[in-house]
Each structure stands twice: as C-alpha cells, then as structure tokens.
C-alpha cells in the first residue's frame, strides 16, 4: 500500500509541473531578429501564457514555404527560483504567417523542425512589443536632440558684448 501511495503522488508530483509548462505559463519570451539590437525580453500574457499563442502545433504542420521572409528568434522561458531556464525556440514570420518550430530547449517533440500556419492573435501583440522597443530605442536621441537646441538658442540669444 506504501509503494502504491508512493508511485501515485510521485506520479502527481511529475504531472503537474508538465501540464503547467504544457499550457504555456512562460515568464518571458526573449526575441532577435531583423530591427533588434541584441535581443527583446516580452512578458505580455498574449504571448506567455499559451502553449499555441504564436501556432497551434496540434492542427498539423504546413508545407514548408518558399520564401518565409523575414523572422524572429523566440525563445520561451520560465524562471524557477530565480534561474532563466529555456523551454524551447522557434522561428516566427508575422510578415508571411509562419512558424518554424526548432524544438524544445532539452529534448524532443513530434512538432520538432517543422512548419506551422502562424495564430493570428499573436500578430497584434507581438508588433506592439516591437513597436514599444522602438520608441525606447528613439527616446534617448530624441532627449539628445531637445538638449542640443537648447544649447544652440541660448547660445545664440546670449548679447554679443558679453
């Protein structure tokens, strides 16, 4: 009877972590690709908190395309007292809907390396966490710039016997 309650709560003990990662419940997803310099961490639930959010890999793979065009490198991650750990990586094309699925960060999945019709619902968010990185990227230039005119109209306003 021990060794029965023993293997059932190991069993639940194994399960749960499974089926929370297998839903999705990422902390972050971090991207690189065309735009980024370095790489963009993400944290929106759109995009952390499902499993399918940038494909349903259940609904079958697609062909793979000609010419994907331009994508990002996401890798998904959970954090588990306090250490970064990858749980897997793939490849998304929000310009021609596709996404390359590269596989998980430890170990293997049927979905591995094969292509998927990119979820729509993802599109929206993802540009918004681009777009988002942009105006941070501008906004120290754009300061920059308001200094420097500053300078140039005091400087030039100043009275020329001084």
């Not at 941070?136 to 100043?158: E, G, M």
């Amino acid at each position: 009877m021990k060794k029965q309650f023993a293997f059932a709560l190991t069993l639940v003990l194994l399960l749960i972590p499974t089926i929370v990662l297998a839903k999705g419940s990422f902390d972050y997803i971090e991207v690189k690709g065309p735009g980024i310099t370095g790489n963009i961490l993400i944290t929106n639930p759109a995009l952390t908190e499902d499993f399918f959010a940038f494909a349903d890999f259940s609904a079958g793979n697609v062909p793979a395309p000609a010419d994907a065009g331009q994508g990002y490198q996401v890798v998904r991650v959970y954090v588990v007292d306090d250490k970064d750990h990858p749980f897997d990586q793939l490849e998304y094309y929000p310009y021609t809907g596709y996404v390359h699925y590269i596989g998980l960060a430890e170990g293997t999945s049927e979905y591995d390396g094969k292509w998927y019709a990119a979820n729509p619902a993802a599109d929206a968010p993802f540009r918004s966490a681009l777009a988002a990185r942009a105006r941070l990227t501008w906004i120290p230039f754009a300061a920059l710039i308001v200094i420097l005119i500053v300078v140039f109209v005091a400087y030039r306003s100043k009275p020329a016997g001084k």
